[in-house]
C-alpha cells in the first residue's frame, strides 16, 4: 500500500486520539477502513465512561459493524496509534480485522508485539496482518505529553 494513503489514515486517528486527550483521557484513537473510506471511528473514553471496555479500537470495531450490519470486518483494516492490548487484540481477532496499522508500541501493555503476540504466536482461527511505526513520532509525541502533563498536574 501506498505511503500516503497510510499517512492519510494514521492521522486520522490521530485526531480521534485528539479528542481523547483534550478530554483528559489517555490519547489513543483508532479508525476502521473499508474500500478506502473510513467506516468506524474511536478514541479512548474509560475514564467518561467508567467502564474499562471503552477503549479506542472497540469503538471502532462497534462502529464499524454497526456500519455495515455485520459483525465481521473481513476486508476491513484498523489504523490504531498505540499498540492494542490483549482485549482490544482479541475483540480484532473476533471482528475478522484483515491488517492493522499501529503507530507506536506499548512495551507495559502491548499484545501485538512487545509483552505478547495475540494476532500471529497462537493458533487462533483467523490471523492478522499487522505493520508497524506508522508516524511513530508523532504518535508517541502525544502519549509522552499527554503524561507529562498528567505528572505535572499530580505534582501541583
Known amino acids: 500500500m501506498e ?3 497510510k499517512i492519510k489514515f494514521m492521522k486520522e486517528a490521530l485526531k480521534e486520539a485528539k ?3 483534550d478530554k483528559e483521557e489517555i490519547p ?3 479508525v476502521i477502513v473499508k474500500d478506502g473510506k473510513i467506516i468506524g471511528r474511536g478514541y479512548n473514553i474509560k475514564e ?3 467502564d474499562t471496555t471503552k477503549h479506542a479500537e472497540i469503538i471502532a470495531i462497534q462502529k464499524a459493524s ?3 450490519g455485520a459483525w465481521r470486518l473481513n476486508d476491513c483494516e484498523m489504523y490504531v496509534t498505540l499498540e492494542p492490548c490483549a482485549m482490544c487484540a482479541g475483540a480484532l481477532i473476533q471482528s475478522r480485522i484483515k491488517k ?3 503507530g507506536t508500541m506499548d512495551p507495559k501493555t502491548g499484545a501485538c508485539g512487545s ?3 495475540l494476532l500471529s504466536d497462537y493458533k487462533f482461527n483467523h490471523c492478522i496482518d499487522a ?4 508516524m511513530q513520532e508523532e504518535c508517541e509525541y502525544i502519549l509522552k505529553d499527554f503524561f507529562k502533563k498528567l505528572r505535572k498536574k499530580k505534582r501541583s
Do not use: M, Q, R, S
Open 28 to 30: 489513543v484513537g483508532a
Open 66 to 68: 454497526k456500519k455495515i
Open 48 to 50: 467518561e465512561k467508567k
Open 115 to 117: 509483552v505478547l503476540n
Open 19 to 21: 479528542k481523547a486527550y
Open 131 to 134: 505493520e508497524y511505526f506508522i
Open 3 to 5: 505511503d500516503a494513503i
Open 100 to 102: 492493522i496499522y499501529i
